[in-house]
Structures are given as C-alpha cells and as structure tokens.
T-cell receptor, first 113, second 113 residues
C-alpha cells in the first residue's frame, strides 16, 4: 500500500534560517505529491504540489522537487519567517485512482524571532 | 481551487448530544470527503460522500455514529452522534475539485464536555 514518512517535529528555527522538512513515500503507481499547511486554529491549505518526476512545486517561497529515484519530496525554504509557524503535511495520491490522499503524520515548525 | 465553507467553525457540546456539521462548496463536485483530526495528530478519513449514493465509511467508522448526507453536488453534512469526550476533534470537509487534488474547508473544532 501507499505510505508517507515525514521527519519528526517540532522543528524549531530562528527567523531567516533555512528550512528543510524531509518527506519520503512508498507508492505502487505514479503518484502526485503534495504539501499542505495548517496554521494554528485553521484547516488545511494546499501549499504546493508536483504531479510527475522532476517537477518542482513552489509557493510562498517554499519549494519541493519530486524525486522518483529517491522517492522523496522534501520541503525547503531559504529564509523562514515567524508567520511560517504551522504544521506541514506531506501527502500523495495515486494518479487516476480515488484521489484520496495518503497523509504523513505532519511536522510542526516553530519559528522564533 | 474552490472555496469550501464549514459551519460551525467551533462548538462546545454536552456529552450524549449530537451535532451536525455543514459543508458548502462554491462549485459542483462529485467527490466529497470527511476527515477527523484528533489533537496533535494527522488526518483520518471518516468517509467518502458521493452525490447520489450512500457514503462509504472507512474501517472504524460506522453510519450510526457518523451519519452523512449528500443531497446535491455542492453540499454535505456530517453528524457526530451521541458524543463523548473522545469525539473532541477537528472535523474537516474536503472535496475533489480536479487536477488530482483535494481541497479542504477551514475545519470544525469540536469540544465535548
């Protein structure tokens, strides 16, 4: 079956630091990959996605590249802000399947001024 | 993307009572989904609600406890019946809009006392 593994949190950084949140996946087919973000007290928002190998998703300064050879989709940002403090969820869904995503456990990011 | 609205956004409920959560999408969608997110946890799929058919429940969730309606292509409700403190969670509505991607509402934060 499909699965998504994220790095344990919380990740604690100072403002302007470089961020990496690791995500690896197992899938039987050719999935699409996603990062969702949940800000405190809110629902999930789609942050970025990539639908095929070597695609790079980007939004709000965040980037992630679909790496089929390493089955990874790591989230990066060059300079984090306090407002980036949130829980980040990596997810996959099978192309042409039920579209129901498989989620990772989420990684909490705390950014200090 | 689409706008997915849920209400209530928050509620405090007495144990033994039931609460119905409403979810409205601003476009017609075939597939809608209901998730539960317990405190500090990832998302767990409760059921898939397609218009014109009975909801399909995931393992561990039953219709008597979580009845779902899907009367048209833009609306769904989830009822949490006979609530106990263990039902205190965020309940998230989501919908498949296209592009192999699902989008989420803001969530309904339930506390059962």
């Amino acid at each position: 079956g499909n699965s998504v593994t994220q790095m344990e949190g919380p990740v604690t950084l100072s403002e302007e630091a470089f961020l990496t949140i690791n995500c690896t996946y197992t899938a039987t087919g050719y999935p699409s990959l996603f990062w969702y973000v949940q800000y405190p007290g809110e629902g999930l928002q789609l942050l970025l996605k990539a639908t095929k190998a070597d695609d790079k998703g980007s939004n709000k300064g965040f980037e992630a590249t679909y790496r089929k050879e390493t089955t990874s989709f790591h989230l990066e940002k060059g300079s984090v802000q306090v407002s980036d403090s949130a829980v980040y969820f990596c997810a996959l869904s099978e192309t042409g399947g039920s579209y129901i995503p498989t989620f990772g456990r989420g990684t909490s990011l705390i950014v200090h001024p | 993307s689409a706008v997915i609205s849920q209400k209530p956004s928050r509620d405090i409920c007495q144990r033994g009572t039931s609460l119905t959560i409403q979810c409205q999408v601003d476009s017609q969608v075939t597939m809608m989904f209901w998730y539960r997110q317990q405190p500090g946890q990832s998302l767990t799929l409760i059921a898939t609600a397609n218009q014109g058919s009975e909801a399909t429940y995931e393992s561990g969730f039953v219709i008597d406890k979580f009845p779902i309606s899907r009367p048209n292509l833009t609306f769904s409700t989830l009822t949490v019946s006979n609530m106990s403190p263990e039902d205190s969670s965020i309940y998230l509505c989501s919908a498949y809009i296209g592009g192999n991607t699902i989008y989420f509402g803001e969530g309904s934060w339930l506390t059962v006392v």
